[in-house]
């Protein structure tokens, strides 16, 4: 195998690298639901022997028709996620594909089916980005707890030394919840060994319902590991001063009233492909009415046909054209089709605890006040302009 056939070599000539903005730079990838995990806050996962799911998945072929057609489109790298994409037999085969179509791989996997083998082939043929590793415990009771599958911490733990041995860049990120909260500083103490950890730690805090609205015992369970509102904004600003300095700005830029167009964000210029085909916006907006079959189209189609009808779509939902479209917190909160898509099923209902978490921090932030609708307040351009002047000259302020 030659290394350097692994290269990020594309043809200069190529249309998209003279000037011209390429259609597609980054396609996430869901190559399996199934993952050898049974995580308790999953929003994705089905049994890793669920044949029915494994049926259903794309073939290798299939794969690599779309790979190629992201790579034809002018994209420089994707995202094997999944569920856990290590379970596909056919992955090693599909990485390389993507390698030497060019494109760099970002993987996130529980790690657990790291391989001797498959990390040689890491060392090898690097993926150009670092592997990001879910952990979900420092110990075998923690892990194991979240997991629900006995034996996964040690499984996982195995691999882990498998890529600090070889030196394969890595970075990892938490979920936290009953069983290892009280890890958490260990956990960080331990983030901060490894070499190639350079980002801040991500932990997911603010839990997803699932995504295919697909067991109600689940979401019921899912609800109860979320954090308060309370507990997720103590969260937030564990670090005081760096939350207002970086939320300061971002306000200045991004908080306003958004009226009634459901896309303000990215999704449809990128977009995710689900494990049977199904191109969607966004990794969680899988509402039937936007998401296209690859099955029987393209990736192109999809890009310039298909979605950007979907991105002129507006609210219809009269509670949403009361709170959401009027309030000027709406990126501050995660309200978004994806989101009211998993809770509610439809595209348009605001989404009561993103609603709260966001009020929370608006109030902590000093832009609502205790008892007050974000979405009836008419001063907040001077309520932005006083948090940054506060921010900016603290004397002035109280934060
Ligand atoms: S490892 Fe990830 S995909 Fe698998 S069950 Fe846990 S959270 Fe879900
Ligand atoms: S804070 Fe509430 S009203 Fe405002 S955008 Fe979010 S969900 Fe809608």
Not at 246 to 254: D, G, M, R
Not at 323 to 335: M, N, P, Y
């Amino acid at each position: 195998m030659k290394i350097e056939n692994y290269s990020l070599k594309r043809n200069l000539q190529d249309p998209i690298f003279k000037g011209k903005q390429p259609l597609l730079s980054h396609l996430d990838i869901e190559l399996t639901e199934r993952c050898n995990n049974n995580c308790v806050h999953c929003y994705i996962n089905q049994p890793e022997k669920d044949t029915n799911a494994a049926d259903r998945e794309l073939t290798t072929d299939e794969w690599k028709d779309i790979l190629q057609q992201a790579a034809d489109l002018g994209a420089l790298s994707v995202r094997f996620t999944g569920g856990e994409p290590l379970l596909r037999e056919d992955f090693t085969d599909l990485y390389l594909h993507a390698r030497q179509l060019g494109m760099r791989v970002i993987l996130f996997t529980n790690a657990r089916l790291i391989t001797p083998q498959l990390a040689d082939l890491f060392a090898k043929i690097p993926p150009l980005k670092k592997i990001e590793v879910s952990v979900y415990g420092m110990h075998m009771d923690s892990y194991d707890a979240i997991s629900r599958v006995p034996g996964a911490f040690l499984q996982y733990h195995q691999s882990i030394n498998l890529l600090l041995e070889r030196q394969i860049p890595f970075v990892v990120k938490s979920v936290l919840l009953p069983p290892n909260k009280h890890e958490r500083d260990e956990f960080e103490a331990w983030a901060d060994t490894i070499p190639s950890m350079d980002i801040n730690l991500p932990y997911a805090i603010f839990l997803d319902l699932r995504a295919r609205r697909d067991s109600a015992i689940k979401n019921r369970m899912i609800t109860k590991l979320r954090f308060s509102p309370e507990e997720g904004l103590a969260f937030l600003t564990r670090d005081k001063d760096n939350y207002f300095k970086s939320v300061a700005q971002f306000s200045a830029q991004y908080l306003y009233p958004q009226g009634d167009l459901l896309f303000n964000c990215g999704a449809g210029e990128g977009g995710c492909v689900d494990a049977y085909g199904k191109y969607q916006m966004c990794i969680p907006l899988r509402h039937p009415d936007t998401v296209y079959d690859l099955r029987h189209g393209s990736i192109k189609k999809a890009l310039t046909d298909v979605f950007p009808k979907l991105r002129d779509l507006r609210a219809k939902n009269p509670a949403y054209l009361e709170r959401c479209a009027r309030c000027f917190i709406k990126s501050l909160c995660e309200q978004c089709p994806g989101k009211s898509w998993t809770e509610h099923g439809t595209l348009d209902t605001p989404v009561e605890y993103l609603c709260q978490v966001g009020h929370a921090q608006a109030r902590y932030l000093g832009l609502v006040k205790e008892g007050e609708h974000a979405w009836e307040v008419e001063d907040w351009r001077e309520r932005i302009a006083q948090l940054s002047n506060e921010v900016t000259n603290p004397k002035n302020g109280s934060s």
